[in-house]
């Protein structure tokens, strides 16, 4: 009983921040997303009765057993397939963890696909989607492919992600620039729970249908230059929503007010491009797909910028052959 799965990270072009139910991580509002072709995790599950116990192997670094997320992962696997056997958990990323380029959303669709079909389970679309929202809320849109939308559902049953539309329908791309490798201080799991102290959070809640309205609208009519506008407002406000919960949450390096300094001077120059940032320091840098050399080129110029990664619109978390046990 054995499987493996890669999935995508996702960036939100409309985010989710702050839970109305924190055990089933149920967002207080609904996002939209694109799933990034070369943020990955590849996930290998095993299930055997020769197994004593669990085992979480992350980027070659045995994880340990006590409150671990994973493990209570399995454990939401095994109740749905009816098993009690242990089992052995490979994975590996291809980008930093931990800096805010969710990598427990890669992370927690690949253990849903891959331990899901290691346990003999098959699952719809949208099953693994409720299930992966379990493990990491943002997980739940790495599951369909390209630009997913994920619906503000208030049970279980209703908060999953769907494709608005396939990774090859509009020529965008996003441009990581990465600042610091290092983990963030505080986790998103963490900083979650803070949202509501925000005297603005109430402010942001009122405005949200009406901008996954527009960006939606954005989107069909391709209209590059608004949809950039408002997930530049977006990351912006997600931002200060952080900066006024208490205890403060302040993710942004010098080297990501610097990049986002350049991204406007770009702008004014006539470069079309738009930042957006996640609960981390590493910027993403929105951008048509025939600007992207020039994108990575000017990046590339600034002593901040350790590392660039181009991605594209991609498919959803997938089974694969090859494993890594």
């Not at 799965?5 to 921040?17: D, E, G, L, R």
């Not at 990955?40 to 085992?55: G, H, I, L, Q, S």
Request: overall charge positive; aromatic content about 8%.
């Amino acid at each position: 009983m054995k499987a493996t799965a890669v999935a995508p990270s996702n960036i939100a072009f409309i985010k989710y921040w702050g839970r109305k139910d924190e055990v089933l991580r149920l967002p207080e509002n609904g996002s939209i997303s694109m799933n990034l072709s070369n943020l990955t995790t590849t996930t290998t599950v095993e299930f055997n009765k020769d197994f004593t116990e669990d085992e979480i192997i992350i980027n070659n670094q045995k994880e340990a057993q006590e409150g671990n997320r994973a493990i209570k992962h399995l454990d939401r696997i095994r109740s749905l397939a009816k098993i009690n056997l242990k089992a052995k958990v490979v994975t590996n990323n291809n980008f930093p963890t931990g800096t805010g380029l969710s990598s427990s959303a890669s992370g927690f669709a690949a253990l849903t696909i891959a331990g899901t079909k290691a346990a003999g389970l098959n699952l719809s679309e949208k099953e693994l989607s409720i299930l992966a929202r379990q493990g990491s809320g943002s997980a739940c849109r790495s599951i369909p492919d390209g630009f997913v939308e994920w619906l503000d559902g208030n049970t279980s049953e209703t908060s999953y992600g769907v494709s608005l539309y396939k990774e090859d329908y509009w020529d965008i791309a996003d441009i990581v620039a990465v600042v610091s490798k290092n983990k963030k201080e505080v986790s998103t799991t963490e900083g979650q729970k803070s949202a509501s102290s925000s005297p603005f959070f109430s402010v942001r809640l009122s405005g949200m249908k009406n901008k996954i309205n527009l960006i939606k609208k954005y989107m069909k009519e391709k209209d590059f230059v608004k949809f950039g506008e408002l997930l530049e407002a977006e990351a912006l406000e997600l931002h200060a929503i952080m900066l006024t919960s208490i205890p403060s949450l302040i993710y942004l390096l010098p080297g990501s007010l610097r990049i986002m300094h350049m991204v406007k001077k770009w702008r004014q120059e006539g470069l079309q491009i738009y930042f957006t940032v996640n609960t981390g320091q590493d910027i993403h840098l929105i951008c048509q797909k025939r600007d992207v050399n020039e994108v990575v080129r000017r990046l590339e110029s600034i002593p901040d910028v350790q590392k660039t990664i181009t991605n594209f619109s991609c498919k959803g978390a997938r089974l694969v052959s090859e494993g890594l046990f």
